[in-house]
C-alpha cells in the first residue's frame, strides 16, 4: 500500500528566494501555470502611461485576448482590487481591438474582498487566482487554483437577431462547407432529436429545441468550417482532443473548444465528435 505524506502549506516569503519577483518569473517563463489556455508572454513590468507597473501581460494571438495579471502575495486589499482594474482599463482603452481580461492573483481572497471583486466580474472581464505554496519533505511546489472565473460573453450579437436561411449562408459560405454543418447536426440528432439550426447573421447555432441555452455555434466559411463548442475548460477534454489528433484549442474569453473543420475531417473523427456532443449534454443536465 502506498504511504501518503502529508504537504505543509506555507508561505511563499518561507519559500527559497520567496518574493512576488518568484511568482512573476514563473508566470512569465511558463504561462501555463495559470491554467488559463494556452497563453504567452507578451510583456513583463509594462510601463503604465499615467504611472505603475503592469506585473505581467499575458496574450493569446489566435484569439487576439490580452490578460493583465497583478500579483500580490499575502491577502488582497482595495488598492490591489483597484490596481488589476485600473491597469486593465489603460489597456483597453489603449487597444480597443484586442480582448482584455483583468486576472488577480494572491495568496489570500477573503470573504469580503471576494464579494468586492465578485461584484465586479459581473460588469467586467476579471479572474480572480488563489497562488498557494507548500512544502513536502525537502520540496517546494506552488500551485495556482481559479476561484473566481469570468461568465464569458456569448458569441451572439444584437445582428444575430436578424434572421438568415440556409440559402444566405450556401450564398456566404458554400454548399461544402454547410454540408459539414449538416455531418455535426446528424451526429447531434443520434444523441438527442431535439437538436437543430437557427439561422442568424453572424453564426448558426446548434440548439435543444431552438430555444434556451447555445450548445454549439457554427461559422461556415469558404473552404472550412469554425465551430465552437461551449465546454468548460478541462483536462479531460484536453486529452480527448489530443488522442483524436486536435489541438485543445479552448478560449476562456467565449468559454468554449474551437475547431477549424475542412471539408473530410467530420468522417474522419466520427467518434470523437459524438463523444464531445455527449458531453455537452451531460454538462447541460448539471447547470
Not at 121 to 148: E, R, S
Not at 183 to 193: F, G, P, R, S
Not at 206 to 217: N, Q, S, W
Amino acid at each position: 500500500m502506498a504511504t501518503l505524506e502529508k504537504a505543509q502549506v506555507i508561505s511563499i516569503r518561507n519559500l527559497p528566494n520567496g518574493s512576488e519577483r518568484l511568482i512573476q518569473d514563473l508566470i512569465a517563463e511558463d504561462p501555463s501555470v495559470l491554467r488559463l489556455g494556452k497563453l504567452t508572454l507578451k510583456d513583463k513590468e509594462r510601463t503604465q502611461p499615467s504611472g505603475g507597473r503592469l506585473d505581467i501581460l499575458l496574450e493569446d494571438s489566435e484569439d487576439r485576448s490580452w490578460y493583465e495579471v497583478e500579483i500580490q502575495l499575502g491577502a488582497t486589499d482595495e488598492t490591489h482590487i483597484i490596481r488589476t482594474i485600473e491597469y486593465w482599463d489603460r489597456e483597453r482603452r489603449r487597444y480597443p481591438d484586442i480582448r482584455h481580461t483583468a486576472v488577480i492573483v494572491a495568496e489570500e481572497i477573503n470573504g469580503r474582498f471576494f464579494n468586492v471583486i465578485s461584484l465586479f466580474n459581473q460588469q467586467i472581464p476579471l479572474i480572480a487566482l488563489k497562488v498557494v505554496a507548500f512544502k513536502l519533505g525537502d520540496q517546494f511546489g506552488i500551485l495556482f487554483t481559479k476561484i473566481l472565473d469570468y461568465q464569458p460573453k456569448s458569441l451572439e450579437t444584437e445582428d444575430d437577431n436578424q434572421i438568415t436561411t440556409r440559402q444566405d449562408w450556401e450564398k456566404w459560405a458554400s454548399p461544402t462547407t454547410m454540408a459539414i454543418a449538416d455531418q455535426l447536426l446528424k451526429i447531434a440528432k443520434e444523441l438527442n432529436h431535439g437538436f437543430e439550426f437557427k439561422f442568424a447573421k453572424n453564426y448558426i447555432t446548434m440548439r435543444l429545441g431552438g430555444a434556451g441555452r447555445v450548445f454549439i455555434y457554427l461559422e461556415p466559411q469558404k473552404k472550412q468550417l469554425k465551430l465552437w463548442v461551449t465546454l468548460k475548460s478541462n483536462p479531460d477534454i484536453d486529452k480527448l482532443c489530443q488522442d483524436a489528433g486536435f489541438d485543445a484549442n479552448y478560449k476562456p474569453y467565449y468559454g468554449g473548444y474551437q475547431f477549424e473543420l475542412p471539408p473530410g475531417e467530420i468522417d474522419k473523427h466520427r467518434d470523437f465528435f459524438k463523444d464531445l456532443v455527449g458531453k455537452l449534454l451531460t454538462a447541460g443536465e448539471n447547470l
